[in-house]
């Protein structure tokens, strides 16, 4: 499970690379704004001999070995095919993966598109030759060349899997349903005290999408690139926000609690939480509003200063192969990557569920990526970059 907690702000203050150009936004909501690649960092060009380890930087539940379950183990039969030993390290925030990747003591990580754009701007990953990745051409194409794992054409990873930020409710308490982001923004809620929302910079995004379809005057293209009227309206609205939200969350049990006990009913979530909650029988829904949805795509990424190449290589072919990427994905509660995944997950209605091969769907969803400071169009480098997002999160919550 995704343990997102909030981090110390000097450890997001990090500078980023100058970014330069302009990009326009995929249909998948992911920033048109380009980085640009330092010199230096070059894709292995051929595959040797395995190195006996490989160390990695990991979300919970993305590198499981049966030491939490013991029916939960896809990395064992890794270390089997290829006498790589996989030592991971779990990452608990994408500010966190950064501040480790840039150690040097790691081989690759597994970041989202809030951390990728800095890593590659930063030097810290290599590109990656895909032709040493055979599983890759299974890769759904909705994940392939997005712009917080591409820059000037040349793939920074492997796309491991996605999903949406989704509005979930008490069914029992919350009537009528909803259908917009408008319930977890309306200042006068009768739910007041009952609203939760997720614990991160990254949520001003969420506000901003909201925003890009009520307050059309304002112009919101892409809710990561977001200059200082947008980005000011964005946190107008979440300070306001901040008197009806009963608790804010970011570790996946916290707001499984708070719906179980009550504490909340009403708010942005995950569909796995949604999932165990349903198992518990608690009376809860989710849905993508009609506004669209934030969400993720993960990316393993290999780093530059890699004493492991061929292990990162392998363990990067593997994670993406049927089977594995089915297990990880029903574990973690995400749509795979690979599209045979499908046919290998113990649930057969688990790709429906989570929406795998349904890119409508996902185009209605505005995956995590970097905010800087280049806005991806004419406006140029006005918007506001990450360490201000970072800001003024800490002025939001008070």
Not at 65 to 85: I, L, N, R, Y
Not at 146 to 167: E, F
Not at 220 to 233: C, G, H, R, V, W
Request: charged share 20%; proline share 6%; net charge negative.
């Amino acid at each position: 499970m995704r343990y997102a907690r909030w981090a110390a702000v000097a450890a997001v203050m990090v500078a980023m690379a100058v970014v330069v150009g302009c990009g326009s936004s995929d249909s998948g909501g992911g920033s048109g704004a380009k980085v640009k690649a330092p010199e230096g960092p070059k894709a292995l060009t051929k595959l040797g001999a395995g190195e006996g380890q490989v160390n990695l930087i990991a979300w919970a539940g993305y590198v499981e070995d049966g030491s939490t379950d013991p029916k939960v183990d896809w990395v064992t039969p890794f270390e089997k095919q290829t006498g790589c030993k996989v030592n991971v390290k779990i990452g608990n925030t994408s500010d966190e993966m950064v501040t480790l990747m840039r150690t040097g003591q790691y081989d690759g990580v597994s970041a989202s598109g809030d951390a990728t754009l800095r890593l590659i701007a930063g030097g810290d990953v290599a590109p990656v030759n895909t032709d040493l990745i055979p599983n890759y051409e299974d890769v759904f194409d909705g994940l392939k060349n997005k712009p917080w794992n591409t820059v000037d054409g040349k793939p920074y990873g492997i796309p491991h899997g996605r999903g949406a930020n989704l509005l979930m409710w008490r069914t029992d308490k919350v009537k009528p349903a909803p259908d917009s982001w408008g319930a977890v923004f309306d200042p006068s809620s009768p739910y007041k005290g009952k609203v939760t929302a997720y614990d991160n910079p990254i949520y001003i995004a969420d506000a901003a999408l909201y925003l890009k379809s009520t307050q059309p005057d304002l112009n919101i293209t892409n809710p990561y690139e977001l200059d200082d009227k947008q980005f000011s309206a964005a946190v107008d609205l979440l300070k306001k926000q901040r008197g009806i939200i009963g608790e804010y969350w970011s570790d996946y049990t916290k707001e499984q609690a708070a719906f179980t006990s009550g504490d909340s009913e009403l708010g942005t979530t995950w569909q796995v939480i949604a999932n165990l909650l349903t198992a518990d029988k608690v009376p809860v829904k989710v849905m993508l509003p009609k506004e669209g949805a934030t969400g993720w795509s993960d990316t393993w990424m290999i780093s530059s200063k890699a004493k492991h190449p061929n292990c990162m290589y392998m363990w990067m072919n593997h994670i993406i192969s049927p089977k594995a990427n089915a297990q990880v994905a029903e574990w973690f509660g995400e749509a795979p990557a690979n599209a045979k995944s499908c046919g290998q997950t113990a649930d057969p209605n688990h790709c429906k569920i989570f929406h795998a091969d349904d890119e409508n769907y996902f185009s209605k969803v505005s995956y995590w990526t970097t905010p800087t400071k280049d806005c991806g169009d004419d406006r140029g480098a006005v918007c506001k970059d990450y360490s201000e997002w970072v800001q003024a999160w800490t002025e939001i919550k008070g």
